[in-house]
């Protein structure tokens, strides 16, 4: 049957997420929420609806699939089902991650925080236009609906960041879990594998993979991956070998919502925006041109605030509730929910009368209309940035920054 055909057997409410039938053999782990709603910033257990909320990396419960383990830094609830967001931690593998596989309804990301893993994308069903890339830190692959794929982890400390939109996905991990993970230490990973370097598969069985279309999980199980990579990359429609330009020259985004693409780290478009006083470089990796307008993904490099200058503030809907600062980025407040994921450096973020500051991994939530300000501690924080909607802060300082700006660095003087 091809996927086309397949899209009226979706119709799947997330408000009736527990209703999913599970894999055979398999019963669903406890989704693990947190019961204050009314302390810090800081949680360590993701809220069941949209508030403020800040994650340390590592910080919450997580479950193993496998050699694989899943923390859902944002999740379904929490975001209203805008999107969600994963921190996959795992050893290196001979094996797939997970057997191929096409979405028809979800949007899948997959951005390398540390580590390396291989991503294969390819046109559903009969796997035409085949692409591959090995992703290292701060490369960025996109995986529209009804593309077959499919990974590979490398390293032995692989860090992967995934974005799905929209929200609830993480549903299926739930279901296919081994067991819930919590680690007194922070460990970023289950270590339930003989080997760091070649630990057994993640995947499910081919059987549990068939029986998962109720999680939108479409088996591809006739796509056969090619290991032909040069270079870290390949092509079928340009032969075998090295894909001209991965990591050497500049990377175009996808030309519409339903082609598969990747961006290697600091290579793709970049915009310059100083309207807080200090520069912030927008390298925009969805926008809604790829998504058509449900959602935007950029990373965001930051220099640091100066003593004469103040945070870049977004408003919210309660005016009142905004904090003074040297500039806003839109006169309005956001109207869709968003995330920031820490890359590098240190991040100062006050919400709703509250400072925070995060490091590399962490993550803070916003809901829409809720205003907030922030600003670098160091000379340089990068952050990842997930916006719902088309009306994003990455949308908004491109809007009003240079386009073209060809660099990951800002001018030198000020």
Not at 175 to 199: G, K, R, V
Not at 241 to 251: E, P
Not at 292 to 320: C, H, R
Request: aromatic share 12%; net charge negative.
């Amino acid at each position: 049957m091809q996927l086309s055909t397949l899209s009226t057997l979706l119709g799947l409410s997330a408000s009736v997420a527990a209703t999913i039938p599970h894999p055979p053999g398999r019963a669903p782990l406890r989704r693990q929420f947190s019961a204050d709603t009314t302390s810090s910033l800081w949680v360590s257990e993701v809220p069941s609806s949209p508030r403020p909320y800040a994650v340390r990396h590592y910080g919450i419960p997580g479950v193993v699939v496998g050699a694989q383990t899943y923390r859902f830094p944002v999740t379904g609830p929490s975001s209203d089902y805008a999107f969600t967001l994963i921190s996959t931690g795992a050893p290196a593998s001979g094996s797939l991650g997970v057997l191929p596989h096409a979405h028809l309804g979800h949007y899948e990301n997959f951005f390398c925080l540390k580590g390396r893993f291989q991503l294969w994308t390819a046109s559903a069903e009969v796997y035409e236009n085949e692409e591959s890339r090995l992703l290292t830190p701060g490369d960025y692959g996109a995986v529209p609906h009804n593309t077959t794929h499919t990974f590979q982890v490398l390293d032995p400390d692989t860090d992967m960041v995934g974005v799905i939109q929209p929200g609830g996905f993480e549903d299926l991990f739930y279901a296919l879990a081994d067991a819930n993970y919590t680690s007194p230490l922070q460990s970023p990973y289950d270590i339930n594998d003989a080997s760091p370097y070649n630990a057994t598969s993640s995947s499910p069985p081919a059987e549990v993979i068939a029986a998962l279309e109720s999680f939108d999980v479409y088996a591809q199980l006739n796509f056969t991956p090619s290991r032909e990579l040069v270079n870290g990359s390949y092509s079928s429609a340009k032969g075998p070998g090295d894909v001209a330009g991965w990591h050497v020259a500049a990377a175009e985004l996808g030309a519409d919502e339903t082609t598969p693409y990747f961006v290697a780290k600091d290579f793709g478009p970049k915009w310059l925006s100083d309207e807080a006083g200090f520069y912030q470089i927008v390298q925009p990796l969805v926008t809604p041109t790829q998504s058509a307008g449900n959602f935007t993904l950029a990373t965001i490099s930051i220099s640091q605030k100066l003593s004469n200058e103040s945070a870049m503030v977004v408003p919210g809907n309660d005016t009142s509730a905004a904090a003074a600062g040297s500039s806003a980025s839109g006169s309005a407040a956001l109207t869709g929910h968003s995330a920031f994921e820490v890359l590098e450096g240190l991040l100062s973020f006050e919400i709703g009368g509250e400072t925070i500051q995060l490091v590399t991994g962490d993550v803070v939530f916003v809901p829409a209309g809720t205003a907030f300000q922030y600003y670098s501690v160091v000379p340089f924080t990068k952050v990842y940035y997930i916006s719902q909607g088309a009306d994003g802060l990455d949308t908004r300082l491109m809007a009003n920054g240079v386009s073209g700006w060809e660099y990951p660095a800002w001018p030198s003087d000020a």
